[in-house]
């Protein structure tokens, strides 16, 4: 094995051969052999990973140094009789790699509570700043997202369905408090079984999840959900929140036309990524409080999530966006039940709509 011999000459790291003599490690250099006995030579450690060994011993002109740093230096030294002392090496230096391992620990959770904190600070700023917006600010972006969705979609025109979808809305607006003419709902021609609000009043019904209600208290519980995600502010908030950082960034190196596609492409997120699960809990309970005033079975909210939960199986999730942000398991079914019971007595109207027919109209327009 080849080793480095330091301090025999002045010009120091010679190449030479080392070997095993008994309990000595030997390094020829140019028919000069330099031994190294495990009695009395000091043996240490280096290298980034350990693996170099240097061995010293004083003589008549000074120390003498070897370094060995081939893979096969640790057999060597042992069979030389270093195996104490490598041990005794090894174990130091394993406590201080594990110190320093848990001092990267440490620096890494530093770092973590760091970010969590500023992004923490973020978040209140942004609650706050969200509040701060004026109604009409929000609602001249959610016209503008509007379009942007409208420019891809078709709007339903079949007047028994627009018909039966308005006496439900008109139903719900009539018992809000205090009164909002902001609102309108959007019925789009699509398969997949989703709804969603954005801010200022727009809400987009597909015709998949209209067709899949099977009363139309089924389509007023989804409709008093999502009418109070905009009346809670939560669909502005959590576009302001899922584009916070992309919306920074752009603001710090200047490039507004980022933040308007941003803000623009904000509709196809809340379609596909919704709300926090406490704006969902506080979204229902107020939708079920807006039921009651309406006096619309407040069951046809439970019934609807409880069967789209039981629905959404992995292979027929694609179609379920609807399922996934607003997922009907057996938590949120038991605290809709819990929310029911105590809402108190009030006679239900039925919500006077040929529903049948309207869904057999909605599936000879979709042929
Ligand atoms: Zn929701």
Known sequence: MQGKLFGRTAAGGESCEVSVAGACLQAEHEEQTVRF????????????????????????????SLYLDRPQSRQLLLAAGFAAR?????????????????????????????????NKVADLV??????????????????TMMSGVLATATEVSQ???TAAVETVVSRLKGALEPPRDDIAVHVLRDDEVNAFALPGGQIVLNTALVASCERPEELAGVLAHEMQHILLRHSLQSIAEKMKWSILLSLVIGDF????????GGAAGLAR?????????????QGLLLLHRANIDPEGMVDFFARLGAANRPESSALLSFASTHPGDEERVSYLQAEIAGLGERTVEPLAIDWETMRRMLKEGSS
């Open 37 to 64: 006995p495990a009695e009395s030579s000091r043996l240490s450690i280096g290298g980034t990973n350990g693996c170099m060994f240097v061995l010293e011993k004083d003589g008549a002109s000074g120390t003498v």
């Open 86 to 118: 490598l041990a005794e090496l090894e174990s130091a230096h394993s406590a201080v790699r594990a110190r320093w391992a848990g001092v990267a620990v440490l620096v890494v959770a530093a770092c973590l509570a760091l970010a969590f904190a500023v």
């Open 126 to 143: 942004l609650v706050s700043a969200v509040q701060q917006v004026p109604l009409s600010w929000e609602s001249k972006l959610g016209a």
């Open 159 to 161: 007047r028994e369905v």
């Open 257 to 264: 036309d980022s933040v308007q596609a941003a803000i623009l």
């Open 273 to 285: 990524l919704g709300h926090s699960r406490d704006m969902e809990r506080e979204a229902d309970r």
